[in-house]
């Protein structure tokens, strides 16, 4: 079992930056990834940032590429996601998540595939006003 805790959630106007944090525990396999996904009122949940856990491989939707950035801190356990001139489209409930033995080195799965990771947070809120 992997245990998360997000923080960082809130309200911000449009423009303005938030990060992120998901505390994990310590978990025994080989690979992790490790993402953040995003769902909006009405919406699907939607992978917005990814990273393996034991390499240098990053992926980000169009949606977010260039202005957030996912990143792990392994003496922490904490996966961050730094979120810059954020927009009201950003408004949504943000899920840290952790797959394990799995390397994701394909960004369609690791973005796309929600099933491949076993491990969710509580989620927190963040809203964007315009």
């Known amino acids: 079992q992997v245990q998360l805790v997000e923080s960082g959630g809130g309200s911000v106007q449009s423009g303005g930056s938030l990060t992120l944090s998901c505390k994990w525990s310590?978990?025994?396999?080989?690979?992790?990834?490790m993402a953040w996904f995003r769902q909006a009122p009405g919406k699907g949940r939607e992978g917005v940032a990814a990273?393996?856990?034991?390499?240098?491989?990053?992926y980000y939707s169009d949606s977010v590429k260039g202005r957030f950035a996912v990143s792990n801190d392994k003496s922490k356990r904490t996966l961050s996601l730094q979120m810059n001139t954020l927009g009201p489209e950003d408004t949504a409930m943000y899920y840290c998540?952790?797959?394990?033995?799995?390397?994701?080195?394909?960004?369609?799965?690791?973005?796309?595939?929600?099933?491949?990771?076993?491990?969710w947070g509580q989620g927190t809120q963040v809203t964007v006003s315009s």
């Open positions: 998540a952790v797959g394990l033995q799995w390397r994701c080195l394909d960004q369609t799965e690791a973005l796309g595939d929600a099933a491949k990771y076993r491990f």
């Open positions: 990273l393996y856990a034991d390499g240098d491989a990053t």
């Open positions: 310590t978990y025994d396999a080989a690979s992790a990834c």
